[in-house]
């Protein structure tokens, strides 16, 4: 079953850039890279581990696990990516991700994201 789309506001990485994003885009490209992989390679379990615990919460749902439901997210492949200190967004070829950087690295606290033009995108996972 999917998940229903859901809206989500991610203060201002939703309404755009705030100030200079920093350089420091690797980790968080890698932390999605690391999460699409097991979602490619249905670790569902591994793929909910990568996800902020809010996260990990929105995608149980309809009696599905977040283990289960994570598999349905799209993915694809890594395009461009901006850091606003412990914020970060990667656009994907089929997918935009919302990150935040706790002590133990970049956890996914939005994915299965679209933009909606000036409106907050529509994201499938949300924090």
Known sequence: MKTP?????????????VGCASSDRGPAEQAVTRFYTAV??????????????EAAESLRTGGQTCAETVLDLPGGQVRDAEVWG????????????????FPQGWLVRGAGCRPRGDLPYRCEVEA
């Open 5 to 17: 789309t859901v809206l989500v506001v991610l203060g201002a990485l939703a309404m755009g850039p």
């Open 86 to 101: 412990d914020e970060a967004q990667v656009r994907l070829t089929r997918d935009t991700v919302f990150l935040h950087r």
């Open 40 to 53: 490619h390679d249905r670790h569902g379990d591994q793929a909910c581990s990568l996800l902020t615990p």
